[in-house]
C-alpha cells in the first residue's frame, strides 16, 4: 500500500443498533452516503472490523465501495479475532483467534473482495470475553507466536496483502517480530489517552505503519460534547455507561476547552486539532475517524493537511498538565 492518506475512515459507529458496542440506530442509506462522501474528500482507506454489528459494518461498507469505479476504491482494513454468538448479540464477544480462517473468508464475502489490503489482530487472544482493562487468560488462549504464524500464512497465500495487530503491548509486538514482520498496528492514541506511546516508538524503530483510532475519543474532543449530552446519551449507545462520559469528564472537556482558541487560529473546527495532534507524533502514520453523516467529515478531514505550531503544542501541553487528564506523555 502507497500513499495512504493521513486520515481514514472509520466504521465502528455505523454498525447499526442490536449489538454489545453499538452507538445506537444508524440508516445504511446514511452511512453509504457517508462512505462515499469520504472517499470523495480524497480519504482512501477504510478501516472496520467483523465485530462491529457482528458483520453489519463490513456489509455496509461492501455495499459502499461496490457502486465505486476500480479506481476510486479505497484501501479496506479489517479486524478479526472477537467471535460474537449470534443467539445472544447482547453477551461480550470472546477474545480467540482460533477461528481466524473462517473469520476471514467471512470478511471477505461480506466486503466483496478477494483480498483484504490489511487484516489485523483485534485484541490478543486470552480465551475469554472481551474485559477493556485486559482481564484474565484462560486454559483456551491461544499463544502469540501460534496465531502470528497462520496470519503470516494468510499473507503468504495472497488472501491479505498485509498484517497487523490492535492492541497489543510493545513485548507482544516484539514477540511476533520474531515470527513475522508486524506490517502495522491500531494502538487507541489521543490527547486524553496516550498510553501507547512505547508501542509507537516500537513501531517507529522497526519499521511499522502506525495507525491510530480514536483520536476524537468517541466524540470527546470534537468540541459538540457537553455534560448534558453526555448525561443524556441513549441507553443502546456504549459510551453511556463508560468511564471517558461519566467520571473525570470534567477535565477532558477543559481539554477540549483549550483546543478551541488553535482551532479559531487556523480555521479548522476543533475535530481537525485534535486529529492533528496525533498525526503530529513522530511515528504516526495516519488515523482513524469515525463519522455517521456527511457533514461530520468535512469537519475533520482538513487534518491531513494541518500543522500544528509549536505554540499550539505547547498550549496543549499546558491544558493537559493543567487538568491531569488522561495517561501517558503530555507532548512527543
Same mark, same amino acid.
Given at each position: 500500500?502507497? $500513499? ?27 452511512? %453509504? ?31 459502499? %465501495? ?21 443467539? $445472544? ?36 487472544? @486470552? ?9 484474565? =487468560? ?43 514482520? =508486524? ?101 504516526? @502514520? ?10 461530520? =467529515? ?6 491531513? @493537511? ?27
Amino acid at each position: 500500500m502507497k $500513499d495512504l492518506s493521513k486520515v481514514g475512515f472509520g466504521s465502528w459507529a455505523i454498525a447499526g443498533a442490536g449489538w454489545r458496542w453499538s452507538w445506537g440506530s444508524q440508516d445504511d442509506a446514511d452511512s %453509504i452516503a457517508t462512505i462515499r462522501h469520504v472517499v470523495a474528500r480524497g480519504v482512501n482507506w477504510i478501516d472496520t472490523a467483523a465485530v462491529y454489528g457482528y458483520g453489519h459494518s463490513e456489509e455496509v461498507v461492501g455495499k459502499a %465501495i461496490a457502486g465505486l469505479p476500480s479506481a476510486e476504491r479505497p484501501y479496506l482494513f479489517t479486524k478479526g479475532g472477537l467471535v460474537w454468538d449470534p443467539a $445472544d448479540p447482547g453477551a461480550t464477544p470472546r477474545r480467540t483467534m482460533a477461528e481466524v480462517r473462517r473469520e476471514v473468508d467471512d470478511s471477505l464475502r461480506r466486503l466483496g473482495v478477494d483480498r483484504i489490503d490489511l487484516y489485523q489482530v483485534h485484541w490478543p487472544d @486470552t480465551g475469554e470475553p472481551l474485559d477493556w482493562n485486559g482481564g484474565g =487468560v484462560s486454559d483456551k488462549a491461544i499463544p502469540l507466536e501460534e496465531y502470528w504464524q497462520v496470519m503470516a500464512e494468510l499473507k503468504a497465500e495472497g488472501k491479505v496483502g498485509a498484517i497487523g495487530l490492535s492492541n497489543h503491548s510493545a513485548a507482544e509486538l516484539e514477540r511476533a517480530e520474531r515470527i513475522a514482520h =508486524v506490517d502495522a498496528i491500531q494502538p487507541q492514541f489521543s490527547a486524553l489517552n496516550r498510553k501507547a506511546a512505547p508501542e509507537i516508538a516500537w513501531a517507529r524503530e522497526h519499521g511499522t505503519s502506525v495507525i491510530v483510532y480514536s483520536p476524537l475519543e468517541s466524540g470527546l474532543l470534537t468540541g459538540a460534547f457537553t455534560k448534558e449530552r453526555a448525561a443524556n446519551l441513549p441507553s443502546d449507545d456504549w459510551r453511556a455507561g463508560h468511564p471517558s462520559f461519566t467520571t473525570g469528564l470534567d477535565a477532558r472537556l477543559r481539554v477540549v476547552d483549550a483546543l478551541r482558541p488553535i482551532a479559531v487560529r487556523h480555521g479548522v473546527t476543533v475535530s481537525a486539532v485534535a486529529v492533528a495532534w496525533t498525526l503530529a507524533w513522530p511515528g504516526v @502514520t495516519g488515523a482513524i475517524v469515525g463519522a455517521r453523516r456527511t457533514d461530520q =467529515v468535512d469537519g475533520w478531514t482538513p487534518a491531513a @493537511t494541518l500543522s500544528l505550531t509549536s505554540a499550539d503544542m505547547d498550549e496543549i501541553t499546558q491544558a493537559l498538565e493543567q487538568s491531569a487528564a488522561g495517561e501517558g506523555p503530555t507532548r512527543p
